[in-house]
């Protein structure tokens, strides 16, 4: 099963014709491309606007582990609350 990686800006999706239209550019045409099944996945990067104490202290979510230490951090938060309104 041959499988195609795509990188490109997305003009429309049509979901229910399995079909996703991407922008063309000066030097290349844009494409329309049909799909079985299609991951859409933003790529970023984590702009603090030069506060080093953000960065320093923020939680980020770029990997799952990042997730699932936010998921921690919350529940703990929760809980504290819940034994302080206990106390």
């Known amino acids: 099963m041959a499988r195609t990686f795509y990188e490109g ?18 030097n290349k045409r844009g494409i329309s491309l049909h799909y079985d099944f299609l991951v859409v996945a933003l790529g970023s990067e984590t ?20 997730a699932v230490m936010v998921r921690n951090r ?11 309104e206990i106390e």
């Open 74 to 84: 919350m529940i703990d938060m929760l809980e504290q609350a819940v034994w302080s």
């Open 47 to 66: 702009n603090f606007f030069g506060m080093s104490d953000l960065e320093k202290n923020a939680y980020q979510m770029k990997t799952l582990n990042d």
């Open 9 to 26: 800006r997305v003009k429309n999706i049509d979901p229910y014709g399995k079909i996703v239209n991407l922008w063309g550019s000066g």
